[in-house]
């Protein structure tokens, strides 16, 4: 018998790049806040591919460069024990040089100086569980205080088995502080200052960083109904009866404006059917952005109880007692 050599598999024609990989993944990431808000693609998503171009170019070497150059022993430290140096580094990966030079290339700070402010970057990296990033105009002072952001990294197995790494958002704040609330209007939970309009923009860098330090996603614990909306749009409860309930919710009440609804919900006033109070309580969501994470939140079982919850929950809004 003649052994005949299996013909060689021809090579692909098309072999997708890095960049087209991302932005395969991020219209998907516009067509599911689509789905989600039930609205139109919010305009302000037409920075993705720009976004995902500059994430492509930028190489870890950039965004660990440091402004002085090494000495003896550091440049030991970096070539023997690198463990060692990146404990100074946010969340050990970006110095903070690199920091300032993906925050110029991505043109966040742009958009910070066409609001008229000047950003002045200062990170600290002293608490070794969450590292703390804030963004002041000129001065570091906080009256000056334009973001403020604190991030650690959490591991996870979600409720299939699959064990997940985490970047946790455990606090946000964007906000203006030149600006003031305008008469009749009502500020969110946390909120002393108006925001930037530039949330979208911030939380999708904070989904690339999640991808550039190797995690499986985006977690948070919102801590408020208006919370859980604006990640809620392309992010999952890992609970599915949480997610169902919350889903419910968002297709019978109207969450546009998001004071109201945080009001509402904290005055007892969302209801379902037998009455019952709608409960806000912190628990894990998550943006996926690996495979692995993807797993549950794709699965027959997780949609399935979501689905349940939502058909089984109707919610309505009593009106608000006039005040006395």
Not at 165 to 190: C, E, I
Not at 220 to 237: D, E, K, R, T
Request: aromatic share 10%.
């Amino acid at each position: 018998m003649t052994l005949q050599t299996p013909p060689t598999p021809a090579k692909p024609s098309w072999v997708p790049s890095i960049r087209e990989l991302l932005g395969a993944w991020d219209r998907a990431w516009v067509w599911l806040a689509e789905r989600r808000s039930g609205r139109p693609t919010d305009p302000r998503l037409a920075f993705v591919p720009e976004y995902d171009a500059v994430f492509a170019e930028l190489g870890a070497s950039e965004l660990q460069q440091d402004e002085e150059p090494l000495d003896e022993e550091a440049l030991s430290l970096d070539l023997f024990h690198p463990e060692a140096r990146s404990t100074d580094r946010f969340l050990g990966f970006y110095t903070e040089q690199g920091a300032r030079m993906a925050f110029e290339r991505y043109g966040f700070f742009d958009l910070l100086r066409e609001r008229g402010f000047d950003p002045l970057p200062v990170g600290d990296v002293s608490d070794a569980e969450q590292h703390r990033l804030r963004i002041y105009d000129g001065v570091e002072e906080p009256e000056h205080l334009l973001v403020e952001l604190v991030v650690g990294i959490r591991e996870m197995t979600l409720p299939n088995g699959v064990a997940c790494r985490f970047l946790f958002v455990n606090w946000l704040l964007m906000q203006n502080p030149t600006a003031s609330f305008d008469a009749g209007q009502v500020a969110l939970p946390d909120q002393e200052r108006p925001g930037l309009g530039l949330f979208v923009r911030f939380a999708y860098l904070l989904k690339l960083m999640a991808a550039r330090i190797g995690c499986d996603g985006l977690l948070n614990h919102p801590a408020h109904p208006h919370n859980g909306v604006l990640y809620g749009q392309v992010s999952s409860f890992v609970d599915p009866s949480v997610e169902g309930r919350f889903r419910a919710m968002g297709r019978d009440v109207d969450t546009s404006d998001l004071a109201q609804l945080t009001g509402a919900v904290r005055e007892g006033r969302v209801v379902d059917e037998a009455g019952e109070p709608f409960v806000w309580e912190p628990t894990s969501q998550v943006m996926p952005v690996s495979d692995a994470a993807r797993s549950w939140f794709a699965s027959p079982t997780y949609r399935a109880q979501v689905a349940e919850v939502m058909g089984a929950r109707r919610y309505t809004v009593r009106p608000a007692t006039p005040s006395r």
